[in-house]
């Protein structure tokens, strides 16, 4: 379970800030608002947000979105498998709400330094929640073509109540686009 | 259960039924084997090439020339009912070497055979497309036929068979059985690099999966741009039952029903060779019209086990079934190192299948590069 309550750093709530403005961009466009940004070195280098409902695409996630932004840039100046391994490496990920486990187990594929979260996600979250996927990395690998994954340090708890407040005023308005649900949405209230 | 592959096309016997002809199996095969290949490579195959292929692969097919009226094409889908149940198998593709596209197509498919005829005698009401005669190939070269003849119904197997049909069973001494009807699935040889990788940069994180799930998403936008369809609701998306009856020819544009089913990738992520399929039946509906096909949303298939990133993403995208081949020790996320299916937080889950490949493919790390068996089963 990642950790919470530590003391939260000024540079984490202002990048946190920048994630929710994200997660607020992607309320206005009707997606459900979760919002992420990529720092390295102390500067945003990418950000994301949810476009799930504009692309159909129930995998466009905030952090698959910020994540393509970043290999687009990095594969146009021609960097190598490695070289990409290594930038991630220095990358840390804030985001509204905790990772899914697709995006989790995306994120260790890429060895992500550190990532920060908001509010948990109890249904199908991978760093803590449902499974953590950030504390196993896999040993065994590159035989047959099975990815690596590193560990990563994970921390939720920052700004949590913003990013749910805006979760639960998506929710309120009603998302047209959500499957007919197998049980009520009560786990927002 | 059984799975049966590639239910998109059939040829149709235009003869006389007689009582003969319900058990009377003829193969055709060289239509089927043409149609595959369009499917999976695109509708501007030379088709001349193709056929030189299937003859060489192919014993002559006697009965095509004894019927040469044979060439008219009927689409079929595939379609879930409660009630019904029938046979169904699977059989896999392989293309390696054959002009012009680097493939060989080197099995040959399922027969179609006298649905026509069966359908005046014992008809089926609103199942008029099934497939009704199979013929599955066993160990040791026999061919096993099955004709489906009636619903079952939930007390017994012979409960509320109608009396003509019992009497068939006891002219021609037919042994019978339940089956379950399932929808069409179909599997594609990955292997192969050097198809059509090259405009795509690697990424990463771009499983066949994934990728898979974008062009879905894309051709849905492109399919339905004012619907509001998407993948979600495809999932719950029923065609009401009509009354459209076999009576009704509909000639299938070969190159639609290339590019309908199959959007077929290679996993252009580092270093992993997956191929998969997505079918989506509401497109099936779309190209077939009303009452041929029933729908149940996407699946797909692989040849390997997922790893969380996509066996996730495949969640979110509501993805009714998964077939897969191999597992994964490693990373596999259905069954090997986590089961993502079985994970009850999850607000959808889906059915995941494990396709049995015979011994020799197994040792062979490239498996299906080199496999020319052609017979496959689902394990439950």
Redesign the interface.
């Given at each position: 379970m990642a950790s919470y309550g530590q003391e939260t750093a000024p540079d984490t709530i202002a990048f946190m800030n920048f994630a929710l403005n994200q997660a607020k961009l992607a309320l206005d466009s009707f997606e459900v608002p979760v919002g992420c940004v990529i720092v390295s070195e102390g500067k945003i280098i990418a950000s994301g947000r949810n476009r799930?409902t504009e692309?159909?695409?129930?995998?466009r996630?905030a952090e698959?979105e910020a994540?393509d932004v970043l290999?687009e840039q990095w594969?146009k100046i021609g960097l190598s498998?490695v070289e990409?391994a290594e930038k991630f490496s220095n990358c840390i990920l804030y985001v509204t709400c905790e990772p899914?486990?697709?995006c989790?187990?995306?994120l260790s594929?890429?060895g992500i330094k550190e990532v920060y979260y908001g509010c948990a996600n109890?249904?199908?979250g991978?760093c803590g929640?449902?499974?953590s996927?950030h504390s196993s990395s896999?040993e065994?690998?590159n035989?047959?073509?099975?990815?690596s994954?590193k560990s990563f340090k994970c921390q939720g708890g920052i700004m949590a109540s913003d990013a749910i407040s805006l979760l639960r005023t998506f929710y309120e308005q009603g998302n047209?686009?959500?499957?007919?649900?197998?049980r009520p949405p009560t786990w927002l209230a | 259960m059984y799975i049966e592959a590639l239910q998109t096309k059939k040829d149709v016997v235009k003869k006389q039924p007689t009582k003969d002809n319900v058990i009377l199996i003829r193969p055709y095969s060289r239509s089927r084997l043409l149609a595959t290949h369009e499917l999976l490579h695109g509708g501007d195959t030379d088709i001349g090439s193709v056929e030189a292929k299937a003859r060489s692969v192919e014993r002559p097919i006697s009965a095509r020339e004894q019927n040469p009226n044979d060439d008219d094409e009927e689409g079929r889908g595939g379609r879930v009912s409660e009630e019904i149940r029938i046979r169904i198998r699977i059989r896999i593709l392989n293309h390696r070497n054959c002009a012009p596209c680097g493939c060989q197509l080197a099995h040959a498919y399922r027969k179609y055979h006298n649905t026509n005829a069966l359908n005046k005698i014992v008809p089926l009401e609103n199942l008029g497309y099934v497939k009704r005669v199979r013929k599955k190939c066993q160990d040791g070269g026999k061919n096993e036929l099955s004709v489906m003849l009636c619903l079952a119904s939930e007390q017994g197997e012979l409960d509320g068979v109608p009396n003509d049909v019992l009497e068939l069973f006891k002219e021609y001494q037919l042994s019978t059985f339940v089956a379950k009807l399932v929808n069409a699935a179909l599997i594609v040889d990955p292997s192969i690099k050097q198809i059509p990788t090259s405009s795509i940069s690697l990424h990463p994180l771009r499983h066949a999966a994934m990728v898979a799930i974008g062009h879905s998403a894309a051709r849905d936008r492109l399919l339905y741009p004012d619907s509001g369809h998407s993948g979600a609701e495809m999932v719950d998306y029923m065609v009401p039952t009509s009354t459209g009856l076999p009576s009704k020819r509909q000639k299938i544009n070969l190159t639609q029903v290339a590019y309908f089913a199959c959007l077929w990738f290679l996993d252009c992520s580092w270093d992993v060779p997956t191929a998969l399929v997505f079918i989506d039946y509401y497109y099936l509906k779309y190209v077939f019209g009303k009452g041929e096909v029933k729908i149940s949303g996407l699946q797909r298939i692989s040849t390997k086990s997922l790893m969380q990133e996509c066996a996730m993403g495949l969640v979110h995208q509501r993805v009714k079934r998964i077939f897969y081949a191999l597992p994964n020790p490693n990373a596999g996320a259905l069954g090997s190192v986590h089961r993502l299916e079985g994970e009850r937080s999850l607000n959808h889950r889906y059915a995941v299948f494990r396709v049995l490949l015979p011994e020799e493919m197994h040792k062979d790390e490239t498996l299906i590069q080199s496999s020319t068996s052609e017979n496959f089963r689902i394990k439950i």
């Open positions: 799930t692309s159909r695409n129930a995998t996630h698959m994540i290999l594969q498998k990409v899914c486990i697709m989790a187990s995306a594929i890429l109890d249904k199908f991978g929640s449902i499974l996927l896999s065994q690998s035989s047959s073509g099975d990815h994954r047209p686009n959500a499957p007919k649900p197998h | -």
